[in-house]
């Protein structure tokens, strides 16, 4: 009869704590929503770092689309791009990325104006790997405060969804962006 009543209790106690978990998470996710709505921010995800921003390689940041813009947030830093600056974004897998700098007649130009200087290494790691897994990178071109035009990429990792959701949502707020010609 004690065992069954320690039983029992131990078993009320598990689904106790449980119970509590529960409420502790959607309580969480609930506050981080309702801080979104606040922020105005419509997409938040966590990319690492490739090339763009004065951060080593696979910092972890968190990049947000608001209605003015991109924040990220990375190494302890806020970098904003305001959405007049933003010229394109788009989501590319290593292999893609490989394909457009091999195909180029001056492959070292190309990868280096379409996608950064990163581009060479992100294509040569696609092309030399022996498992065919595709890696997704979010690509933003943008014009910075000295008027040039560069770019910021970020990896995914193997999962496209996080790029892409920052894509689409920076697409409708970019799309009446005023044209604009860069002097080669």
Do not use: W
């Not at 004065?54 to 904003?80: A, H, M």
């Not at 897998?93 to 195909?103: C, G, P």
């Not at 200087?117 to 890696?135: C, Y």
Request: aromatic share 6%; hydrophobic share 45%; proline share 3%.
């Amino acid at each position: 009869m004690t065992g069954a009543l320690i039983a029992m209790g131990a078993l009320f106690l598990l689904l106790f704590l449980l119970i509590y978990l529960i409420v502790i998470s959607i309580k969480g996710r609930q506050k981080a929503k309702k801080q979104m709505r606040e922020n105005k921010i419509s997409a938040q995800v966590l990319l690492h770092h490739v090339e763009g921003l004065p951060l080593s390689e696979k910092t972890q940041c968190q990049v947000s689309v608001t209605d003015t813009g991109l924040v990220i947030n990375g190494g302890g830093t806020d970098f904003k791009i305001d959405a007049t600056q933003i010229r394109a974004t788009e989501v590319k897998t290593d292999t893609e990325i490989a394909n457009i700098v091999k195909s180029s007649a001056a492959k070292g130009i190309a990868g280096g104006l379409l996608f950064g200087p990163i581009g060479l290494v992100v294509g040569a790691r696609a092309t030399s790997k022996e498992k065919k897994t595709n890696t997704y990178y979010l690509i933003i071109n943008y014009t910075n405060v000295a008027g040039e035009l560069t770019a910021l990429m970020f990896d995914g990792g193997n999962n496209p969804f996080g790029a892409q959701k920052i894509a689409n949502k920076l697409r409708p707020i970019i799309i009446d962006n005023p044209k604009q010609t860069v002097q080669l």
